[in-house]
């Protein structure tokens, strides 16, 4: 019952402030299959990262799919794995889908909060070998590349972890996302950790690599936005950042430069929340998520890199060049193998937290 | 006799009418509070048999004890700072009174209705590299100017704007009620003014102190959105360290333990102020 009212709650929502009072009444006077039927409309909930993603799968992966199936998407953000976990707990859901990234994912199946992807009504036909990764169906990749004001360093930055990790050769405020499983990759490359050699993690020679840097950290930044505008704003002069937003920041003449080389790369996953009422919309929705036409041009907007092979039929060699899964670029990325850390991530977190305030 | 009767039923049924009026109250309370404060008293104990592990893990590591002294030390600079910015302001408003005191409490009054998420951001803009503040430092000559935003110093700063409202209304409603032909009676026998203002008004002023100071610490404890977003990451206040422990690590037992010792730390400072001043006092 419980999940009734709030399901018919936040249809209400967008509906006029007459039909609202209705709604609202109906929901606490009338069972179940009546505010179904006089509420048609199906209503899946999305939980997305918020700022120029959203906005980016609003335009190209939410309404398709919407005028294509009549359901209506609300959404909820910014990611939360702890929300994902909550809601199992509590039966309550606020949100039905989410994307996760590598090591979010792996962390998410071990805890048995998502669905099992095997059993969903998926079209085995539309994915591609690896498209099921840790019950996972894969939608982008995106990296945590070194952004830099080219005001602060006007003969050039950073150009590698291992400099963004040298205070004496490049003096500055930095800034990192207070993500363990990221920063801690970041922080073994620094240290001259081959790629292929980062996982497991050596978490001790990690640290002393961060402690490097520590006093030159201004901040640790938590969600998108944020970090894009601590970049634009000059709050920090180095950052450890997604490509969305120096992309953005450059194409808005802002004096920032990005860097390639190194760049952490990261794949999003579409993911169902383990128990939603709502799973078989949910595996619909991921399903029309990954098709090649859309997620192409929800890739272009923000330039990250459709992980279906067929998206490519659907960008130009040159659009593709800027994407992290170019084949220039994934020369440079690293790439990361979290199924090795599976067992390392929950407790290097703990470590993490402690590690910044101390 | 009848009319006695009458007299007693009355009364008896104005008692029912005033707890049929509390019953509202009660009801919602006790969903919306004391229901889930009995499911996180729960979640810290019970993991899922029963335990006292995430107590004793809380008291056993110094980690938690330096978050916890951290908090308190936080709480008590702010509150020693607000108390000495409000005092002279609230001081003069009941001195100079009229037009002065209007505007006065006004401005207490409109930051008081302001949202603090409002003025949090309101200070990330002020305190910035390309903010006022310090183009006024380097204006002043001040090369480079400090770097301001996401110190202890910005946090402490922006929690004192905060709670000046609180301190300011609780000093205000107690100095309104000083007479002060007291002050002026102990002129004229002889005392200085300052002597006066510190052996009459002062005292006579200090439930306000203890008011004000009590509602400040407290609110401070359990501040997160403001040290979260302007303090250093170094910080860490123990609502901020809760966040965490849901946010990062699904650690809903561990969260739990610490926000009831959030919860028993707060209750014993109120248990100290309703023990020597009385809660009822509270507002004024």
């Known amino acids: 019952m419980t999940k009734t009212i709030i399901k018919a709650k936040g249809k209400s929502i967008s509906r006029r402030s007459a039909l609202q009072l209705a709604g609202a009444t109906a929901a606490l006077t009338f069972p179940a299959p009546f505010i179904n039927r006089a509420y048609a409309r199906e209503v899946l909930y999305v939980n ?17 799919f919407m005028k294509e199936t009549g359901v209506e998407i609300k959404t909820v953000s910014p990611v939360s794995f702890a929300k994902l976990a909550a809601q199992v707990k509590t039966g309550v859901y606020e949100f039905d889908v989410t994307t996760l990234g590598d090591s979010d994912i792996v962390r998410a199946n071990e805890a048995g909060i998502i669905e099992d992807a095997s059993k969903a009504p998926l079209d085995q036909s539309k994915l591609w070998p690896g498209a099921v990764f840790q019950n996972g169906v894969g939608s982008h990749a995106f990296a945590t590349l070194i952004s830099y004001r080219k005001d602060k360093f006007p003969n050039g930055g950073p150009q590698t972890w291992a400099d963004f990790f040298n205070p004496q050769k490049f003096p500055g405020t930095r800034c990192l996302q ?4 990221r920063v801690l990759a970041i922080a073994l490359l620094a240290d001259g950790v081959a790629p292929d050699k980062l996982y497991p993690m050596d978490l001790d020679r990690a640290f002393k690599a961060l402690e490097r840097i520590k006093p030159h950290l201004r901040v640790w930044w938590t969600q998108g936005p944020q970090s894009g505008q601590l970049l634009r704003d000059g709050e920090v002069d180095m950052i450890g950042i997604w490509q969305t937003y120096p992309v953005r920041l450059i194409r808005e003449k802002q004096p920032v430069e990005m860097i390639w080389n190194q760049a952490l790369l990261d794949r999003a996953y579409w993911v169902v929340s383990k128990g939603s009422p709502r799973a078989e919309l949910a595996w619909k929705f991921v399903q029309s998520a990954i098709r090649p036409e859309r997620i192409s041009k929800f ?21 593709a060049k800027l994407m992290p899964t170019s ?32 | 006799m009848a009319q ?4 007693v039923a009355q009364s008896r049924s104005g008692r029912t009418a005033a707890w049929l009026l509390l019953l509202p109250a009660l009801a919602f309370l006790a969903v919306f509070f004391l229901i889930p404060l009995g499911q996180v008293l ?26 916890l002294f951290g908090t308190f030390r936080t709480a008590a600079i702010v509150t020693v700072f607000c108390l000495l910015l409000s005092y002279p302001l609230s001081y003069a408003i009941v001195r100079l009174g009229g037009g002065f005191a209007t505007v006065m409490l006004l401005i207490v009054a409109m930051s008081f209705w302001t949202s603090f998420l409002v003025r949090t951001f309101a200070w990330m803009v002020i305190l910035g590299n390309n903010g006022p503040l310090r183009g006024i430092l380097s204006a002043l000559g001040w090369t480079p100017a400090p770097e301001l935003l996401f110190t202890r110093f910005s946090s402490t700063l922006a929690m004192v704007h905060l709670l000046i409202p609180f301190m300011v209304l609780a000093l205000y409603s107690v100095m309104k009620k000083i007479d002060h032909n007291v002050v002026r009676a102990a002129i004229s026998l002889g005392a200085t003014p300052f002597e006066a203002f510190r052996r009459i008004f002062l005292p006579l002023s200090a439930p306000g102190i203890v008011n ?8 401070c404890l359990g501040f997160y959105v403001t040290p979260v977003l302007l303090g250093s990451p170094r910080e860490q206040m123990i609502a901020g360290l809760i966040g965490t422990q849901i946010e990062e690590f699904l650690e809903f037992g561990e969260a739990s333990a610490t926000a009831v010792i959030l919860l028993c730390v707060t209750m014993t400072v109120f248990a100290i102020y309703n023990r020597f001043v009385g809660l009822d006092k509270l507002w004024g």
């Open chain 1, 299 to 319: 890739a272009l907007e923000n330039v990250y890199g459709p992980l279906n092979p067929k998206a490519f039929d659907f960008v130009s060699a040159e659009d």
């Open chain 2, 212 to 219: 004000g100071c009590t509602l400040v610490f407290i609110m």
């Open chain 2, 4 to 7: 006695v009767g009458g007299i």
């Open chain 1, 178 to 181: 207070r993500h363990a499983g």
């Open chain 2, 42 to 67: 729960y979640f810290s104990v019970m993991d899922p048999k029963f335990t006292l592990h995430h107590y004793a893990a809380f008291f056993t590591d110094d980690f938690y004890w330096r978050v």
């Open chain 1, 327 to 358: 084949p220039d670029n994934i020369k440079k990325v690293v790439i990361q193998d979290t199924t090795k850390a599976s067992d390392q991530l929950q407790e290097a977190s703990k470590q993490f937290e402690r590690w910044i305030s101390r």
């Open chain 1, 48 to 64: 997305t990262w918020g700022g120029p993603w959203e906005e980016a799968a609003q335009k190209h992966l939410f309404e398709p």
